[in-house]
C-alpha cells in the first residue's frame, strides 16, 4: 500500500535584506514555512492580547475585525486568522 501526500508550494519573492533578517530569527532544523506560522501565531497573540487590555464591545470588536480582514490585498477570514497554530 501506498501513501501519496501532495504538499502545495508557493514561490515569494524578498529582498536580500528581508532574507538575512529572517535568517536570524529562523530556528536551526526549522523551514520558511514554519518559521512563517511562528510568526504568523505571535502576531495573532499579540492581537488578542491587545484586545484584552481595552474594553470594548463585541460590536467594536467585530467592526475592528472586519477591518483588518477586508483590507484591500488580504483575503483573510475570520475563520482564517483563528486557524492560525
Not at 529562523?26 to 487590555?53: A, D, H, P, V, Y
Not at 460590536?59 to 483590507?71: A, F, G, L, V, Y
Amino acid at each position: 500500500m501506498y501513501t501519496y501526500i501532495h504538499m502545495t508550494s508557493k514561490n515569494i519573492s524578498i529582498t536580500e535584506d528581508v532574507y538575512k533578517k529572517l535568517m536570524k530569527i529562523k530556528r536551526e532544523n526549522e523551514s520558511f514555512s514554519e518559521l512563517f506560522l511562528r510568526l504568523l501565531k505571535i502576531q495573532k497573540l499579540k492581537m488578542e492580547k491587545t484586545f484584552g487590555t481595552w474594553n470594548l464591545s463585541a460590536k467594536e470588536k467585530s467592526e475592528i475585525w472586519n477591518d483588518i480582514t477586508n483590507r484591500p490585498g488580504r483575503r483573510w477570514k475570520n475563520s482564517e486568522i483563528g486557524e492560525i497554530k
